[in-house]
């Protein structure tokens, strides 16, 4: 059974910066297609980043606009974690971030969450303006 574990949430500024973390547990994350969502308060849930890191694999990320060239997701294979860096952080970003993974290769465009088989429970970014 694959657990995801999320960590690096927390309260921070307008134009701040995080690093969230996804530690997979019971799965090599090398085979996995990960990804980052987000869900405010009110707001549908939403798509921040998915991702392929396989050498069997074309590499895929794809990042949704809102967040591109503010936010990088990376890897660890060693440590079985996937990342996301968040820099110049805006009040908008603030949701409940969850990682999810699935053992299916992602798509070309942005992964749903619905297709994740797995997922996390997630962790609280709050940025104040």
């Known amino acids: 059974q694959v657990q995801l574990v999320e960590s690096g949430g927390g309260s921070v500024q307008a134009g701040g910066s995080l690093r969230l973390s996804c530690v997979v547990f019971?799965?090599?994350?090398?085979?996995?297609?990960m990804g980052w969502f987000r869900q405010a308060p009110g707001k549908e849930r939403e798509a921040v980043v998915t991702?392929?890191?396989?050498?069997?694999?074309?590499?895929?990320?794809t990042y949704a606009e809102s967040v591109k060239g503010r936010f990088t997701v990376s890897r660890d294979n060693a440590k079985n974690t996937l990342y996301l860096q968040m820099n110049t952080l805006e009040s908008g970003d603030t949701a409940m971030y969850l990682c999810?993974?699935?053992?299916?290769?992602?798509?070309?465009?942005?992964?749903?969450?619905?297709?994740?088989?797995?997922r996390g429970r997630g962790t609280q970014v709050t940025v104040s303006s």
């Open positions: 019971g799965y090599s994350i090398e085979t996995l297609c």
């Open positions: 991702t392929d890191s396989n050498a069997d694999r074309t590499t895929k990320t």
């Open positions: 999810a993974a699935r053992y299916a290769s992602c798509w070309g465009g942005l992964t749903e969450w619905e297709s994740f088989g797995f």
